[in-house]
């Protein structure tokens, strides 16, 4: 049975950071590919970053690349995302996403199998 579960998320002020944490288990971590999702009230989940294999591999979105940075540990079996220069637009409930097979889209909910329960991000201005 695959298990995410997310961690670091808190209240912050605009230009702050924080770095969240995904803990897996139950799958081949260090070929799986791992990703960040986020849901502001009132809007659909959208992509947020992804890392396939070691990490060298990665992608982001528009409105995140060059503020947050995505790695993973795959001794921990752990993915993180490093959250810089935080946003109040950044307020979201933060997911993380996992899926066994390298094939696929990265930035669609939809290609991910296994889901986080989700930690908050809170950013006042």
Do not use: H
């Not at 528009?62 to 790695?71: A, E, L, M, P």
């Not at 993180?80 to 066994?100: F, G, H, I, V, W």
């Not at 889209?105 to 201005?125: K, M, N, P």
């Amino acid at each position: 049975q695959v298990r995410l579960v997310e961690s670091g998320g808190g209240l912050v002020q605009a230009g702050d950071s924080l770095r969240l944490s995904c803990a897996a288990s139950g799958l081949t971590f260090s070929t799986a590919p791992m990703a960040w999702f986020r849901q502001a009230p009132g809007k659909e989940r959208e992509f947020v970053a992804a890392t396939v294999w070691s990490g060298t591999n990665t992608l982001y979105a528009d409105s995140v690349k060059g503020r947050f940075i995505i790695s993973r540990d795959n001794a921990k079996d752990t993915v993180y995302l490093q959250m810089n220069s935080l946003k109040p637009e950044d307020t979201a409930l933060y997911y993380c996403a996992a899926r066994a097979r390298l094939s696929g889209a990265y930035r669609l909910e939809g290609e991910y199998d296994f889901w986080g329960q989700g930690t908050q991000v809170t950013v006042s201005s």
